[in-house]
């Protein structure tokens, strides 16, 4: 079947380095991915999306690339602040009328 | 306005009960989603509406409607809950579906608790 998996260890980073969140697809081609971000309690919020081919996408200290040969997303938090602590979701979708796959998401925790 | 807004924000259903969690937007967008997720997991898709038609069913329960009353609201009818179904009930939107490359808005949920 189609998957998403994240990384579901929880990754713990010191305040200011660079936290990279992985994100592997299974079974399918997504033609685009999208990153969230959920706070507890809250519903996810857009990040950024890219689609298969871009290699890479910049959002201010947000960055995301897209591997088609290795089936992976990677996403970069540089200069993390303890403000970016949650959990992000890589989502994954195509040709089924807006449909996302969702990974597990992984938690992310920066501290000062 | 970039906002989805939903109501309630907690609900407590017996197993008989009937209720109903309500959706807005006021973006124009034209998708309509329903999701549930449960603690420490990822949003399940339940429902799509595309141009307040429904386009995507999930093999979701009966116990479940939905309804699509104009292009900003969406609604989901409960009855007969089961004590698995608590979750967070979230809705989203999007532009469009158009292969679903536009990004989704999420409302903050309705924290669904079946006794």
């Known amino acids: 079947s189609q998957k998403i998996e994240q990384n579901s260890e929880a990754l713990n980073i010191q305040e200011g380095k660079t936290a990279t969140l992985t994100c592997n697809y299974t079974?399918?081609?997504?033609?685009?991915l999208q990153w969230y971000r959920q706070d507890p309690g809250r519903g996810p919020v857009f990040l950024l999306l890219i689609r298969e081919n871009e290699k890479e996408k910049r959002k201010e200290r947000l960055k995301v690339t897209f591997d088609t040969t290795l089936k992976q997303s990677l996403f970069h938090i540089t200069a993390s602040q303890p403000a970016d602590s949650a959990t992000y979701l890589c989502a994954g979708g195509g040709n089924q009328g807006g449909k996302l796959i969702f990974g597990q998401g992984t938690e992310l925790s920066v501290k000062p | 306005d970039t906002e989805v807004t939903q109501t309630p924000k907690h609900l407590v259903m017996g197993m008989t009960n009937k209720k109903s969690l309500k959706c807005e937007q006021h973006m124009g967008h034209r998708a309509m989603y329903w999701y549930k997720q449960k603690a420490k997991k990822p949003p399940e898709l339940m429902f799509v509406?595309?141009?307040?038609?429904?386009?995507i069913n999930e093999s979701v329960p009966s116990r479940f409607s939905p309804e699509c009353p104009n292009s900003s609201l969406l609604n989901l009818h409960l009855h007969a809950l089961q004590p698995e179904d608590s979750a967070l009930y979230l809705c989203?939107?999007?532009?469009?579906?158009?292969?679903?490359?536009?990004?989704?808005?999420f409302g903050p949920g309705t924290r669904l608790t079946v006794t």
């Open positions: 989203a939107s999007s532009q469009g579906l158009a292969g679903g490359s536009y990004e989704q808005y």
């Open positions: 079974n399918y081609s997504p033609a685009y």
């Open positions: 509406y595309s141009y307040e038609k429904l386009s």
